[in-house]
């Protein structure tokens, strides 16, 4: 016997795979009998929509041939950032990101800084219209807020329609490593955004980065104290 599991971001790792009744499967890095399991973190249960199919032996091997409608690659590669202070460790921003994606629209949350942004990183960003920081004033931080991190997650953690558009779906963990990815750019090809500002004025920056087979392309804000990722996709 047999079952395959169907869904969106993380949850895709999934998406194809056929196991024996009595086994689990580990989509997103977490081993999961069903969609829904309560034993699965947050970010794989919430807003769950996926399916369990249970096949005949015949037809879940021919299942097993077929090619994924949506491949999922590899988890991304842990980027090596430049020299900054790093301000949360990986288990809190994890915990932070979990949090942000089972909030409501509208439920406030916390911003999670999570690195000082480097005088390079800053000079690139004030040459293209920052304000700069007051004199004597703390440094600049990059930060995760929680209404960006569920956008860039539901716009572009979908594997299916990334496929559609030529992209590869971004997950938790990429998000994650956001401050990382930027901090790991080459700071010379930053420039302003198609949108080249926030609703509230705020400048737009927009950044590829190439780590191993993966590319990514990061839209971040700047703001009085912080950059904030507004969004972020993977091209193929």
Wanted: charged share 25%.
């Amino acid at each position: 016997m047999g079952a395959t599991v169907t869904a969106r971001a993380a949850r895709m790792v999934a998406s194809g795979d056929v196991v024996e009744l009595d086994e689990e499967f580990a989509g997103g890095g977490a081993k999961m009998a069903r969609p829904l399991d309560p034993r699965g973190p947050a970010r794989e249960v919430v807003n769950c929509r996926c399916t369990l199919v249970v096949l005949n032996r015949r037809t879940a091997e021919r299942w097993q041939g077929r090619a994924r409608i949506a491949p999922v690659p590899a988890p991304a590669q842990t980027v090596a950032p430049a020299q900054t202070v790093a301000l949360a460790t990986p288990s809190e921003v994890s915990r932070w990101i979990d949090d942000a994606l089972t909030r409501r629209v509208g439920q406030p949350a916390p911003a999670i800084d999570l690195a000082v942004v480097p005088d390079g990183l800053s000079d690139r960003v004030i040459a293209l219209g920052l304000r700069p920081i007051k004199a004597g004033a703390p440094p600049r931080v990059l930060s995760l807020d929680a209404s960006a991190t569920r956008h860039a997650f539901d716009n572009h953690g979908d594997p299916v329609r990334e496929a559609a558009r030529g992209q590869i779906a971004i997950t938790a963990q990429d998000i994650a490593q956001w401050a990382a990815l930027l901090l790991a750019a080459d700071w010379a090809q930053i420039m302003r955004g198609d949108s080249p500002n926030a609703p509230s004025g705020a400048p737009r920056f927009t950044v590829e980065v190439l780590v191993g087979p993966r590319r990514y392309v990061l839209v971040f804000e700047g703001r009085r104290k912080r950059l904030v990722l507004v969004t972020m996709w993977s091209p193929r």
